[in-house]
């Protein structure tokens, strides 16, 4: 039994895929079996597959039919023998020291989930989160508290990569299928299932963000699931986690402006309804929203002017464009 299964779910990813792959191989920690799950591609990445499971024995390729990506996770799970377990997405990468950083940690200070910092890689800079800055190594033993700061981006990203999970975690834990924002759907019962969480300052982890990214670029359909994902967590928060109310649901209202923001700034008129929906949500929530410390001053002005009046929203969301 390794001590390590890192899962890559891939689809139609030919591009990135080698340079992901390797990333993986060449870990100064060895001990591992990557599993790799094709979600039904249909580019060249069984080529690529075939190239790699020849080179190297811990390399174990399950093919399945598109069903997206908490689907094939899912599979990975339910094939994975390691004691820990590891998420990397296939059009990102890994320091060649991560897995021995994470793992080391885990061992060391007993720990359900290690995880690192990222660098969350744009076409013209790289960030690294999450804040705070500065070097540490901290441990964390589960609280309620702990939770709440975890979730407020403290210390802790609330995607499964940049981490790994004792197998117990996912013991009877499975990841929502048919949903895209599934990291954020599980965020609690990881935590809840878990009894020390150890955080490393060190960043590890290549987020590579691209124009098709779910969070970036043109409206689709699919972004509405941002909204479901909000609702659900709210729902969670309310029921246990009384303290990240306010937090929440300025987290939901970002999510309603990043929408309206995408299809305003696409020009087309076609998803005007969907627009007209979320600017009713916006209004409905005004009172509290004025009232809400956790809405950042910035978008609190524009969730206002949203609220008077589309045209002159729009008005001013051209004006910093043409400033920026």
């Known amino acids: 039994m390794p001590a390590l299964s890192i899962i890559v779910c891939t689809y139609n990813r030919e591009n990135t895929l080698e340079k992901c792959i390797n990333s993986i191989l060449n870990q100064t920690f060895s001990d591992f079996e990557l599993i790799i799950v094709d979600d039904g591609s249909t580019d060249n990445s069984k080529k690529i597959y075939g190239k790699y499971k020849i080179l190297d024995k811990r390399i174990r390729v399950i093919f399945k039919e598109n069903s997206g990506p908490g689907d094939a996770r899912n599979v990975g799970l339910d094939n994975a023998t390691g004691e820990y377990i590891g998420f990397v997405d296939s059009d990102d990468?890994?320091?060649n020291d991560m897995y021995e950083?994470?793992?080391?940690n885990a061992i060391k200070y007993g720990a359900d989930i290690s995880c690192?910092?990222?660098?969350?890689?744009?076409r013209d800079k790289t960030i690294i989160a999450p804040n705070p800055a500065g070097e540490y190594c901290k441990v964390f033993e589960k609280t309620d508290r702990m939770i709440e700061s975890f979730f407020k981006g403290e210390y802790y990203v609330k995607?499964?990569?940049n981490k790994i999970y004792h197998k117990k975690i996912f013991e009877n834990l499975r990841i929502p299928k048919g949903v895209n924002f599934e990291d954020d759907l599980i965020f609690f019962q990881t935590l809840e299932?878990?009894?020390i969480v150890v955080c490393d300052s060190q960043s590890k982890y290549h987020y590579v963000q691209s124009k098709s990214s779910l969070m970036r670029g043109s409206f689709k359909k699919i972004?509405?699931?941002?909204?479901?994902c909000g609702q659900y967590t709210l729902s969670i928060v309310k029921d246990k986690y009384p303290n990240l109310i306010k937090?929440?649901?300025?987290?939901?209202l970002d999510f309603r402006k990043r929408i309206i923001d995408k299809i305003v700034f696409s020009g087309k008129n076609e998803n005007i309804k969907i627009v007209h929906e979320q600017q009713k949500e916006i209004r409905t929530e005004f009172k509290k929203m004025i009232f809400n410390n956790e809405v950042r001053l910035g978008i609190k002005c524009a969730l206002i002017s949203l609220s008077i009046n589309l045209k002159f929203y729009k008005f001013l969301l051209n004006m910093k464009r043409r400033l920026l």
Not at 247 to 252: K, V
């Open 193 to 195: 299932k878990s009894k």
């Open 101 to 104: 950083l994470l793992y080391g």
């Open 247 to 252: 937090f929440t649901e300025a987290r939901l």
């Open 223 to 228: 972004d509405l699931e941002l909204i479901e």
């Open 159 to 161: 995607g499964l990569v």
């Open 116 to 122: 690192c910092r990222i660098f969350v890689e744009f």
């Open 93 to 95: 990468y890994v320091d």
